[in-house]
Each structure stands twice: as C-alpha cells, then as structure tokens.
C-alpha cells in the first residue's frame, strides 16, 4: 500500500510524515511526500529533527504531484490546511483522501528551544497518527470504513 503525504512546499510536515511512516511501517507499506508547490528542498531544520529521532533522511526531497502521476498512491493524505482546500490531481484518481492537519513547526518564533519543541512534538503527533493508521485491520474494512478511519486518526 502506498501513501502520499502532501503539503503544499513539501519541505517540512509531508517530509517528516513520510520519513516517520516508512521508519516504523512493515513490508508492503510505503509512504513519500509531494507538494503542490514544492519549495524544492527540504528544511534543514525538518532533517535534523529526524536524525536526532534516529530515523533516516536518505532520499528525501521537496516534490511536486508529477513525480507520482505514473504510480499513483492509494491513500492521499494532506497534512497542511492550505493543501487539504486544493484538487487532488485527476491521476491519483481512485485513491482514498483524507486530512490530517499538522501545525507547521517552521512557523514557530522563539528561541532554539522553543523551535526543537515544536518540531519535536509535531513528528510525536505524526507517530501517532501513523502507528493508528498501521494498526488498522485493513482485511476487513471496506473503502468507506476505511476513509472513517483515516478521518477519525486525523482528529488525533
């Protein structure tokens, strides 16, 4: 099952989303991150977040829609406001969507250690939500459950 985590520059919330996912994801699950006007790297700040969780940056960049549109995911996830309001493109066609908003830790203002605690705690809300969705009994939800689901770990 592939997940596609969008934001709108795919430089912070999606990326830390996707790397998060495929750190504690089994076989047979992938997760990557697209946004709709990607800012074209990722933040420094999102990156070294993840390596201070001992969760690896290997391969992970700022990419629009179009990198997916010959593998279209099967769930699309938003994770910004602004992306959630925006048309999925028509090639991800079928796939299921949801939304499950994140404040963007690169808005905080504040000192170092107020800028680490957004960050920190952003990728524990998306451990969160990511472990719910993994423990999920996909064999036995229809597509309808399964976007109820998607929508209730999103309000977690």
């Not at 790397?19 to 709709?36: D, K, R, W, Y």
């Not at 048309?87 to 908003?101: D, R, T």
């Not at 250690?113 to 960050?119: N, R």
């Not at 597509?143 to 977690?156: A, P, T, V, Y």
């Amino acid at each position: 099952m592939r997940i596609l985590f969008m934001c709108t520059a795919n430089s912070c919330r999606s990326v830390l989303s996707e790397a998060l996912f495929n750190h504690i994801a089994p076989q047979g699950f992938e997760a990557v991150s697209a946004g709709s006007f990607p800012k074209g790297r990722v933040l420094p700040r999102s990156l070294q977040t993840l390596e201070e969780a001992g969760i690896s940056t290997v391969g992970l960049s700022s990419k629009g829609n179009e990198a997916f549109e010959a593998s279209p995911p099967d769930i699309v996830i938003t994770v910004c406001d602004k992306a959630a309001g925006e048309a999925c493109p028509v090639y991800f066609g079928p796939a299921l969507k949801s939304h499950w908003g994140l404040e963007d830790p690169s808005d905080v203002q504040g000192d170092e250690t107020q800028i680490s605690a957004a960050f920190d705690a952003t990728l524990a809300q998306i451990e969160r939500r990511c472990r719910a969705f993994l423990e999920l009994p996909f064999e036995g939800l229809s597509r309808d459950e399964l976007k109820r689901e998607l929508d209730r770990i999103g309000q977690l």
